[in-house]
């Protein structure tokens, strides 16, 4: 028989949809804390997997692809900043530039609870010459403060500011800091000789695939 490809957005997509429209009977044989915890635990399985420089076979930093990418950075010579847009939720950016001494700015302001600032990504003069990272759908490194109000990046995150794929991530992208972050890839696109290298992207999220064909 043939071989079907599996897809993750799919599921959480259908896990997802049955949990909203459940009400107090069973839908698929779950009740909708059950569905929650299923979509919960597959969520959890997300972030470990992506959690790869906490896993004891990692080979480090220095021998990665973004360290690679990072001393190419610390090495050239130009006008302007590189930009990074990327829907990854790993570390591995982070650490590369960090391992090169390379500052960049992700949009938050802070070390201990660092919180969103979205006016310098619209006006980004006070870290002009740094490297922008953008995380279009969140980082393991974000959080939400104790009132649930605000999105944080901090050493303890939980990643629970991350955006899961599922039909949700159109609905949660449409909120800070995505919103800002989504908005810069717009504007870095319509600057005059600006150049978007892409590696990597399957083109499956149709936000991102509008902006950059717009």
């Not at 922008?132 to 303890?156: D, M, P, V």
């Amino acid at each position: 028989s043939e071989k079907k490809e599996f897809l993750i957005e799919p599921l959480l997509s259908k896990i997802s949809e049955k949990e909203r429209a459940t009400g107090n009977e069973k839908l698929c044989g779950l009740a909708k804390d059950e569905l929650k915890k299923l979509r919960e635990d597959i969520e959890e399985k997300i972030k470990r997997l992506v959690s790869i420089h906490q896993e004891s076979n990692f080979i480090g930093i220095e021998k990665t692809n973004h360290n690679t990418f990072s001393k190419w950075l610390s090495n050239a010579d130009r006008d302007y900043p590189i930009e990074i847009f990327t829907t990854n939720y790993d570390y591995l950016l982070e650490l590369a530039l960090e391992k090169q001494q390379i500052p960049y700015f992700d949009g938050f302001v802070g070390s201990y609870e660092a919180f969103f600032c979205p006016e310098w990504i619209e006006n980004d003069s006070s870290v002009k010459d740094w490297v922008k990272l953008w995380k279009l759908h969140g980082s393991l490194g974000w959080s939400q403060n104790a009132n649930k109000t605000e999105i944080i990046r901090t050493s303890g995150a939980s990643g629970e500011a991350m955006i899961y794929p599922s039909f949700l991530k159109y609905d949660h992208s449409k909120k800070q800091p995505y919103l800002s972050y989504m908005d810069r890839l717009s504007y870095f696109l319509k600057q005059e000789d600006s150049v978007l290298l892409v590696c990597g992207y399957s083109f499956g999220d149709e936000h991102i695939n509008e902006i950059i064909l717009t």
